[in-house]
């Protein structure tokens, strides 16, 4: 029976002219979690990641804290594993009829309510035509690329370093048991309480894959500064 580990990234630069650098804080979460998965003796065989920046350096962080596992350098890349493109999505948000259009706000708090409203313009198939990678894009690609990742069913250990959508997609399909409404649900619901370098573990054996454990961050107990969601 084969092990599949799903890191979320770290925090990302939320303010920086690109977001898809890792924050100070972005590094130590990687960092604690190499250290984490060391001492309990978890190290992965083969090291996957998506194409984005905060995926590589996340990758970096932890693997340069556990000895044994594969290299920064030697870590496969799969777009397949990248996360929806947020910009897309507020940008396909229908606007106002009358008046201006609404502005992004410049706080964490309004900025992820505007982003939470603009999901359920993507999520809805009416709008489908406005985004690039509509929503039901977006979960055959992960639904694909888990499938692809485990078809082998081979023993070892795979660590994937992806992002929260991701994560919350593979989740919520597993325990929605292929009913589509369902696990669309259950996404919406776990998108937003995906932990930045949170551990979600999938076993794949006779039976397919099974989720063992969703968003696992005890490596951050009391570590309240490195406990971050965005």
């Given at each position: 029976m084969?092990?599949?580990?799903?890191v979320r990234h770290g925090q990302a630069s939320w303010d920086a002219d690109d977001y898809d650098v890792l924050s100070p804080t972005g590094w130590d979460q990687g960092r604690v979690l190499g250290r984490a998965l060391a001492s309990r003796g978890v190290v992965p065989d083969v090291v996957l990641r998506g194409s984005m920046r905060r995926h590589r350096e996340t990758a970096e962080a932890a693997l340069g804290?556990?000895?044994g596992a594969p290299?920064?350098?030697d870590v496969s890349v799969d777009p397949a594993w990248d996360e929806f493109d947020h910009v897309a999505v507020l940008d396909g948000m229908p606007q106002p009829e009358t008046g201006p259009p609404a502005e992004a706000p410049t706080?964490?708090?309004g900025y992820q309510a505007l982003l939470e409203?603009?999901?359920e313009s993507w999520m809805d198939p009416a709008h489908a035509d406005r985004y690039p990678e509509p929503f039901a894009a977006f979960t055959a690609r992960v639904g694909e690329v888990l499938r692809r990742t485990t078809e082998d069913g081979a023993p070892g250990t795979t660590a994937v370093v992806t992002s929260g959508g991701v994560i919350a997609w593979v989740t919520a399909s597993l325990l929605a048991d292929g009913d589509p409404e369902v696990a669309t649900r259950?996404?919406?619901?776990l998108n937003v309480v995906c932990v930045n370098s949170g551990l979600?573990?999938?076993?794949?054996?006779r039976r397919g894959t099974t989720l063992v454990t969703f968003n696992d961050h005890a490596h951050l107990d009391g570590l309240p500064e490195l406990t971050t969601y965005r």
């Open positions: 084969g092990q599949l580990l799903l804290e556990l000895p290299a920064a350098a706080d964490k708090r409203t603009a999901l259950l996404w919406r619901k979600t573990r999938l076993v794949v054996g």
